[in-house]
């Protein structure tokens, strides 16, 4: 609900399943949007291509003046849109379309104030929330020599995200209309270019193992939103231009992460951590909640692991030994404290990838991928002695598609 809201886990499913590994991932079949060096790992004359989508089912409980109070919300959703193809010899292009960031909220509040009640009635508040912002990420990589990789990808990020407060006359006691019901409406558009480089290495690289260390950085920096503040009283309408300074700024983080992966024939395992710095450059930190406590940003530390087995890649009597099964784990701290309290967030990781080998095999390691993501973020620890923090548990199920050939680019030839 504050700053850019739910932030989406990046990366194909098949990263997404292992728990979001991928920085060190290098995979001539498989879509790579961690890390731009990977680009350069795409076959000559192939093409590469993914498409996600991913609903979500989200819990929330609170201790409020007493009372625990619950709500819970679902989304659908697609979760990325992206391929991957060489454009020379070691050099090749990667793009994708993906949702980097999600708001939607909605809640309510009566004033139980003596003085609000004795002197205007029954009064109101709500506040609402919605919108997204979305990224599109254009890269190239290269192989400068065997075994080792650079990456850089130009980021756009554009989208709205509007925040609406409504204070609400249930039952006016004035009888005159002195005291009007007043909407406020904020639209915060954004439209910004950031960068994102990466390396990879693969001390280890051969038909039996491949051994690959990567790291990536991203840019980040305040997004400067455009922001357009709409009040309502009554009757009266008015656009005004809004002081930002008691907000939390809209900012993209620094981001270095590194990983590490290794893989078989039969096995995969990786792991990645992940540094972000939402503090450094940022002119707008903290914002004052709608019980009174500060919500400021705070720097995080991630670390994911992965493991993907594959029984058989060739058998040709058993469907199921052809499948890929992955699990994989995640913990990490929020970018938000609220009222001095850090969050942790977790999540527990599994899904399959489901060959394709349909029109003879010509749709090569081409697979239909599905996930579920389970996981939690906050616990009822008090902010103050009559509110503790949100506990939140979410289901996530996700559908993806990649399909992947050497044909793309072949002539057909006729006898």
């Known amino acids: 609900m504050y700053g850019l809201g739910e932030l989406r886990t990046p990366g194909t499913l098949q990263t997404r399943s292992m728990g979001g590994v991928g920085v ?6 498989a879509v790579n949007l961690l890390n731009p060096a990977a680009y350069s790992a795409v076959r000559p004359k192939s093409f590469l291509f993914d498409f996600g989508l ?32 060489p454009i020379a010899k070691h050099l090749g292009l990667g793009f994708s379309l993906t949702p980097y960031s999600s708001v939607g909220y909605r809640m309510k509040q009566e004033v139980d104030d003596d003085e609000i009640w004795g002197n ?23 192989e400068i020599f065997r075994g080792f990789s ?22 006016n006691i004035t009888g005159g209309g002195l005291i009007a019901d007043a909407t406020g409406t904020e639209t915060y558009s954004v439209s910004r270019f950031k960068g994102q480089f990466g390396v990879q290495w693969s001390p280890i690289s051969n038909r039996r193992r491949i051994l690959t260390i990567g790291a990536t950085y991203d840019i980040g920096g305040d997004l400067n939103p455009n922001v357009t503040t709409k009040v309502q009283t009554g009757d009266i309408f008015n656009t005004v231009a809004m002081d930002m300074g008691n907000r939390l700024g809209l900012k993209l983080p620094q981001q270095v992460a590194v990983g590490i992966y290794y893989n078989t024939p039969k096995i995969a395992v990786g792991a990645d951590y992940v540094y972000q710095d939402w503090r450094s450059g940022n002119s ?33 009597r058993s469907a199921l030994k052809r499948w890929s099964y992955r699990a994989g784990v995640r913990y990490g701290t929020y970018n938000q404290t609220f009222g001095g309290v850090d969050v942790n967030e977790y999540a527990v990781t599994l899904g399959v990838g489901i060959p ?33 923090l949100v506990k939140q548990t979410y289901c996530k199920f996700s559908l993806g598609v990649t399909l992947f050939g050497d044909y793309w680019f072949v002539r057909p030839k006729y006898d």
């Open 150 to 171: 650079i990456g850089i990808a130009a980021q756009y990020y554009w989208g709205d995200i509007q925040r609406i407060y409504k204070t609400a006359i249930l039952e």
């Open 120 to 142: 205007i009635g029954r009064v109101q508040y709500q506040w609402d929330g919605d919108g997204d912002v979305t990224e599109v990420k254009l890269g190239l990589g290269w």
């Open 356 to 388: 394709l080998t349909v029109l003879g095999g010509i749709l090569g390691a081409s697979s239909v991928d599905l996930g579920v993501e389970v996981g939690g973020r906050g616990s009822f620890k008090a902010i103050n002695e009559q509110v503790s």
């Open 284 to 316: 707008r930190l903290v914002e004052k909640s709608a019980a009174g406590f500060d919500v400021a940003y705070r720097n995080t530390n991630t670390v994911k692991l992965g493991v993907e087995y594959t029984p058989n890649k060739a058998d040709v």
């Open 24 to 29: 060190g991932m290098r995979n001539a079949a």
């Open 54 to 85: 991913e609903g979500q089912c989200f819990y929330n409980s609170q201790k409020y003046y007493g009372q625990t109070l619950n709500t819970s919300y679902y989304t659908v959703n697609f979760h990325d849109i992206a391929f991957q193809l």
